[in-house]
């Protein structure tokens, strides 16, 4: 193991701790909320590659054009973890970048 990480391996790392939080939690789990007007956790999950998405358009237009946005109640387990993972690497991929540049776009 590397004595230091760089953004990128440190952004992917927690990936893998979200990844594994949602293979933890059931369909049940993920339809859970404590407030009807809120979100729920499956729903803050796509809110939050939704967001990534949205960084990425701003910064790295060619990786969003692969990324579907997810909309709100409609996104299953699988189409989570496909969807966080995506978004993960394609922001890390953004890091590698503007490591190399110096230069983070839209930021």
Not at 71 to 88: C, F, I, Q, R
Request: contains cysteine.
């Amino acid at each position: 193991m590397p004595d230091t990480f760089s953004l990128a391996d440190t952004w992917l790392l927690n990936n893998r701790v979200t990844l594994m939080l949602l293979d933890a939690l059931s369909d049940e789990q993920l339809a859970f909320t404590n407030n009807p007007r809120a979100r729920n956790i499956a729903d803050q999950l796509a809110h939050l590659h939704n967001v990534r998405r949205m960084w990425l358009e701003v910064s790295a237009p060619a990786a969003a054009k692969g990324l579907q946005k997810l909309e709100k109640g409609s996104a299953t387990k699988a189409a989570l973890k496909v969807a966080v993972d995506t978004s993960a690497r394609a922001m890390a991929d953004c890091f590698v970048e503007s490591d190399k540049s110096g230069k983070m776009i839209g930021y």
